[in-house]
């Protein structure tokens, strides 16, 4: 413990003798140590006077001296004699910028507003700033990003952190960045003024994209809107020379062309050539509009100086009708009124199909200025007045009747007509067509009525066809018959041709029979005969008859007695006969 406190007495009076050591060695020897992060400013307590309006010192002159102390061990700056006061050394991050503001110099010349740039190390040497011709008040040149030891006493530092005490915001003292897809148009706050009549000033090279102010100025750069823009990345800007306003880029889309109308550039030169009498066209670069159109795709276009005209490259629908396109541009058109030759007033519906090429595109520009002009000073009053003109030659029946012709014609004069405004008309269609009311109804009436004859006619030719077919109908069916009846003759005469034919055949046959029959025949009698005559030789003439009687009766079951016997003369014997045969026939039925 007691140990502990000899050590502890012992440091610090070895601190103590070294604050006494350096105090006299100051005083002695004038001695000033300036570390690594610091910067001395020197201030001379007497000498001579500065010169009137001088704040700096620059030949031992009594006040703040133009030269700082770097970090070290500095010799003979008594303290009797000098005051030096250290300060930190300027940090500016990455990514930040810093101002700066001269309390010493020359004055700035009326025509600007910011201290030119001179040759002092980044503002770290105050004696070349002052020996350099370097400007007093707010500075054109700035600091980037570093570590800088700057003299204070000259020059005051606004950082990013510092901004607001100067009334500044601190995002202006960061790096600009212009994002992908953006221009930046620039306005300059310093330089001579733009020329008369210039909306703009002319594109300057070589100063870095406004990085380098000077020679910016010494270019003669002019002060305001700058023709010259930023394009996407980041960039060291001084927000006390230029302000910065970011825009999309110029997009062309797919199926257009765009076409560049100059406010600014070179001198106006005409080159559309002698045969183009209705506008001027001249090269990219001049004023006026531009030769060379612009096609599909993402350009960095000052928008301020530069007007872009769209023109469509595809095929474009004009209705002179109560629809509208989409691209609008037929929006104040309407269905055409026109009188007929019978004097009969009718609206005609008419789409117009119209088409501007690539390289075309800009004579149409040069000439009406948009497609919107084109339509509504162009086409609407050819298109409008040949279908007033035309209409008049014909009655509103034939206009109708002949709406295809019509349209033939339409299309060859208004495709004429808008090739002297090197616009192509593909095609001409007339839409619906609105004719009288008052003329419809007699028509309709006219057409109902003409329909009902044909109706008629159509109906009675019908009934013809329909009697026609029942004629043709019995007269099948009669032909039917008669063929049938011929076929029934036919059959009946083969019939009887067969039934002649079978009958000779059976006659013949039955000749054939008979004569068989009767050679039978004759050869039975003949049998007969011989024996009839044996017979009556045998028996004698009355016997053998009477052998023959009863083999007949025989033979042929001939009745000789009576079924029923009645006695002749006696009722009863009837009455009895009578009975038996009743009897009989009764039992004959069981």
């Not at 406004?210 to 927000?239: A, C, H, M, T």
């Not at 062309?257 to 550039?265: D, P």
């Not at 109708?400 to 269609?429: C, F, K, N, P, W």
Request: one cysteine or more; charged letters at 20%.
């Amino acid at each position: 413990m007691l140990t502990s406190s000899v050590a502890l007495i012992y440091i610090v009076a070895s601190l103590i003798g070294l604050a006494f050591f350096l105090f006299f060695a100051r005083s002695l020897t004038g001695l000033v140590i300036i570390n690594e992060k610091q910067v001395g400013v020197v201030v001379k307590k007497f000498g001579s006077r500065l010169a009137p309006g001088q704040l700096i010192a620059l030949e031992g002159e009594a006040g703040y001296q133009a030269d700082t102390l770097v970090p070290g061990w500095h010799f003979g700056f008594f303290p009797w004699r000098y005051s030096v006061k250290k300060t930190t050394v300027t940090e500016i991050p990455q990514g930040q910028i810093a101002l700066i503001v001269a309390a010493a110099g020359d004055t700035i010349p009326p025509e600007r507003i910011l201290g030119k740039i001179v040759d002092c190390d980044n503002f770290q040497d105050a004696r070349k700033f002052l020996q350099n011709g370097g400007e007093r008040g707010r500075q054109l040149g700035i600091l980037t990003a570093g570590t800088y030891r700057i003299n204070q006493a000259l020059f005051t530092v606004i950082t990013s952190e510092t901004a607001v005490s100067h009334e500044m915001a601190p995002d202006e003292l960061h790096v600009y960045t212009v994002m992908p897809d953006r221009v930046g148009i620039v306005t300059t706050l310093d330089g001579q003024p733009i020329d008369p009549g210039e909306i703009a000033g002319p594109e300057i090279h070589g100063h870095d994209n406004y990085q380098n102010g000077q020679i910016f100025l010494d270019k003669n750069g002019r002060r305001g809107l700058q023709e010259q823009v930023l394009l996407s990345g980041s960039w060291n800007l001084n927000p006390w020379f230029v302000d910065v306003e970011q825009v999309p880029m110029t997009q062309i889309p797919i199926g257009h062309v765009g076409i560049v109308i100059a406010y600014v550039g070179k001198a106006h030169l005409d080159v559309s050539g002698e045969g183009f009498k209705y506008g001027n066209l001249v090269d990219p670069g001049h004023k006026g509009v531009w030769v060379l159109p612009l096609y599909p795709g993402k350009h960095p276009l000052n928008t301020r100086v530069l007007k872009v005209e769209l023109v469509p490259t595809t095929n474009i629908v004009l209705n002179w009708a109560s629809r509208t396109e989409s691209h609008k541009y037929d929006a104040k058109l309407s269905p055409i009124t026109v009188r007929s030759k019978d004097g009969f007033a009718f609206n005609l519906d008419v789409a117009q199909i119209i088409h501007i090429g690539a390289l075309d595109a800009p004579k149409v520009i040069s000439r009406v200025g948009a497609v919107q002009n084109l339509v509504d000073h162009v086409l609407q009053p050819i298109v409008g007045n040949y279908f007033r003109n035309s209409a008049q030659a014909y009655t509103v029946l034939d206009f109708l009747g002949a709406r295809s012709e019509r349209q033939v014609e339409a299309t060859m004069h208004i495709r004429e007509a808008l090739e002297a405004y090197d616009v192509q008309a593909i095609d001409t269609l007339i839409g619906d067509i609105t004719p009288p009311e008052q003329l419809m109804i007699t028509q309709t009436d006219r057409k109902i009525a003409e329909e009902q004859r044909k109706t008629f006619e159509i109906q009675q030719l019908a009934q013809e066809q329909r009697q026609a077919l029942v004629r043709a109908t019995s007269m099948a069916n009669i032909q039917q018959e008669m063929v049938q009846s011929e076929q029934g003759v036919q059959i009946a005469e083969l019939k009887a041709q067969s039934s002649i034919k079978a009958a000779n055949g059976q006659a013949e046959a039955n000749r054939v029979i008979s004569l068989s029959e009767a050679d039978a025949i004759r050869s039975k009698g003949q049998a007969k005969a011989e024996a009839y005559q044996a017979g009556v030789k045998a028996l004698g003439g009355e016997g053998f008859t009477a052998v023959q009687l009863m083999q007949i009766i025989g033979e042929q079951q001939v009745r000789v007695v009576p079924d029923v016997s009645v006695s002749n003369g006696k009722v009863g014997g009837m009455v009895d006969g009578l009975l038996g045969l009743m009897l009989k026939d009764k039992v004959d039925d069981e």
